[in-house]
């Protein structure tokens, strides 16, 4: 079965520095892994993915992910934090091909100003 | 990506009626999926819509409570079936497509409160 780990309920940056939502992911076989951002009162919107090929791969607003297969980790990252990333992240995981799925509990991502 | 809708946005309900959700995509999508998002939880799969034929619930959901249409490849619906408080929920329609790199796309998502 697979499962996603997000350690950190919360993670607080101040406005400019670096962040890092941390994800690790267990699955069978080569995963396909993805990253969702939820603001307040909507749906989750796609940020990035990993299938295969480049292990940094980079998606919208500014936000990177670097896969590591041997941590079997898929952290987000940007390099500037805005206040208006303020929201709650998602990392998810599926084995290649229309399965099913899974997504973890989330970490709810603050900038302050 | 594909510009999914979702209607209603939010509703209030009294218990033990039923609300129907209306999912609709802008070009045709391959797979189609019905996910619960309880307050403060992450995403739960409650069904996969299959397009003329039963969905595939997952476990802990039944089609008596969540029944589900798909009658083409861009339209689904999802009724809460006798509505609890326990129901209140986001319920989230998401989509996979031919040329979506298999992408998971979710619509904005429908808020029920349940009183």
């Known amino acids: 079965a697979q499962s996603v780990a997000q350690p950190e309920d919360q993670v607080n940056v101040a406005e400019g520095n670096p962040l890092t939502v941390k994800c690790t992911y267990s699955?069978?076989?080569?995963?396909?892994l993805f990253w969702y951002v939820q603001y307040p009162n909507r749906g989750l919107q796609f940020l990035l993915k990993?299938?295969?090929?480049?292990?940094l791969v980079k998606g919208s607003y500014g936000f990177e992910a670097e896969f590591n297969k041997s941590q079997t980790s898929f952290h987000l990252k940007k390099p500037s934090a805005l206040v208006s990333d303020s929201a709650l992240y998602f990392c998810?995981?599926?084995?290649?091909?229309?399965?099913?799925?899974?997504f973890g509990i989330g970490t709810k991502l603050q900038v302050i100003p | 990506s594909a510009v999914i809708s979702q209607k209603p946005s939010r509703d209030i309900c009294q218990r033990g009626t039923s609300l129907t959700i209306q999912c609709q995509v802008d070009?045709?999508?391959?797979?189609m999926f019905w996910y619960r998002q309880q307050p403060g939880q992450s995403l739960t799969l409650i069904a996969t819509?299959?397009?003329?034929?039963?969905?595939?619930?997952e476990s802990g959901f039944v089609i008596d409570k969540f029944p589900i249409s798909r009658p083409n490849l861009t339209f689904s619906t999802l009724t809460v079936s006798n509505m609890s408080p326990e129901d209140s929920s986001i319920y989230l329609c998401?989509?996979?497509?031919?040329?979506?790199?298999?992408?998971?796309?979710f619509g904005p998502g429908t808020r029920l409160l349940v009183l």
């Open positions: 998810a995981v599926r084995p290649g091909g229309y399965q099913k799925v899974t």
């Open positions: 070009s045709q999508v391959t797979m």
């Open positions: 998401s989509v996979v497509g031919p040329g979506q790199g298999e992408t998971q796309y």
């Open positions: 819509a299959n397009q003329g034929s039963e969905a595939t619930y």
């Open positions: 990993y299938i295969t090929g480049d292990n």
């Open positions: 699955v069978s076989g080569n995963p396909y």
